[in-house]
């Protein structure tokens, strides 16, 4: 069957760190197909759009998108405001191919410890934070102002639908891991948490290999400081899980080595999933091959545990990072006294090199 990988490198760092990442999964795993295609302020500058249909249509008919990052000043004051990048291509691409689960890992690489503001082992994690990503407050209607403006509404919904498609995903990924989920909510006051927690706990008991607890969100955001080793798979709603997925990978330390991945419906085989890097286009640093391409690495590992279910692969990938950091290989972003600095090239061949 073949793999086809779409590959929007997008601007900035986005051309440096994908092409690291492209030439870490064609070692790992050469039957992947790679198509590229413009996206960001690449496309508009090339075709007046920062998501052409063309592109669009390569990822519709790819089994997983791989992206950079998009944005930059350039095209900060483009008008009208829809075709700047962020908006026409970010967040166009998450509601055209219906992402609507965010996943993101929050975990320590070892080398790097001493980043963690928790001090020592406290800082040592390894959890995954998975966001409903296309329903509750962000996008519920009516969202306006009343009484010539002296009062805001928005409006928090969630059907029992979008509840189970995103539990159902957190399921299959507690089973690629510890098998435990914390559900997030705040259903001592919201009656969409309520459902929230009634639909989970239903799915529970449909799904007894793995263990499901509830927690409330204000609980939650102060157990991530106080034991953060407590948990393994987080699963939460929209507006929770963008502030806890922020707080989680801080606990690690390393904001720039992050990946992400934004899933839609199972396919065959796997889930259909758009990867990236959780930073940006990083335009300061953009064509100086100072750039550190580990998160988009680490989003390729995790395009093929989610997408092409090769949870060996995953872990090779994985591995070769942590051993490249342990050799003392860093790119400026993580150079420390006693380390050897490294360009984004080097260390994307250093990690190809300790695949094994
Ligand atoms: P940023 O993440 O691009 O950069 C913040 C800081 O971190 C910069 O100093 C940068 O040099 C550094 N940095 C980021 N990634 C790095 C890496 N891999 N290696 C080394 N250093 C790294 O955030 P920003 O400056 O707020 O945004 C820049 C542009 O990126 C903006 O146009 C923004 O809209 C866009 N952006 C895009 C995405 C995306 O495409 N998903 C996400 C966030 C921001």
């Known amino acids: 069957m073949p ?53 669009l249509d390569l990822c519709k008919k790819s089994d997983a998108v791989l992206l950079g990052a998009v944005g930059g000043p350039k095209w900060d004051h483009v008008e009208p405001a829809h075709l700047r990048p962020e908006v026409g291509a970010l967040l166009a ?66 059907s029992v639908h979008e509840v189970e498609r995103i539990a159902e995903q957190a399921f299959m990924i507690a089973r690629t891991r510890r098998h435990e989920i914390v559900s997030v909510d705040k259903a001592n006051v919201l009656e969409t948490s309520r459902l929230w927690r009634e639909v989970v706990s239903d799915m529970a008991a449909k799904n007894p290999d793995v263990k499901v607890t509830h927690m409330l969100v204000d609980n939650c955001a102060m157990q991530l400081v106080r034991n953060p080793q407590q948990f393994d798979v987080i699963l939460t709603e929209n507006m929770f899980g963008d502030i806890l997925s922020d707080e989680a990978s801080m606990i690690t330390g390393s904001l720039g080595l992050l990946p992400s991945a934004s899933l839609s419906a199972m396919r065959e085989g796997g889930m259909f999933g758009l990867y990236e890097p959780i930073h940006g286009s990083a335009p300061d640093i953009a064509g100086q091959q100072r750039a550190n391409p580990i998160a988009a690495i680490l ?49 994307g061949q250093a990690i190809v090199t300790r695949l094994g």
Request: aromatic content about 6%.
């Open 3 to 55: 793999k086809h990988v779409a590959v929007l490198a997008g601007d900035g760092i986005g051309p440096e760190v994908t092409a690291e990442a492209v030439k870490v999964l064609r070692a790992v795993d050469p039957t992947l197909e790679f198509e590229d295609a413009l996206v960001g302020g690449a496309a508009y500058d090339d075709g007046g759009h920062p998501l052409p249909a063309s592109t």
């Open 299 to 347: 989003s390729g590992a995790m395009m093929l545990r989610y997408t092409f279910g090769d949870n060996e692969g995953a872990t090779r990938i994985e591995a070769a990072v942590e051993e490249t950091l342990d050799a003392g290989l860093r790119t400026a972003d993580i150079f420390e006294k006693g380390t050897r600095l490294v360009s984004t090239q080097e260390m």
């Open 93 to 158: 691409l998450r509601a055209e191919l219906h992402l609507f689960a965010n996943v993101r890992p929050a975990k320590t690489l070892k080398p790097l410890l001493n980043a963690s503001p928790l001090k020592g082992a406290a800082g040592l994690v390894d959890m995954v934070v998975m966001r409903e990503l296309t329903g509750g407050i962000y996008f519920g209607q009516p969202r306006e102002r009343r009484d010539g403006g002296k009062t805001a509404v928005d409006t928090c919904i969630y």
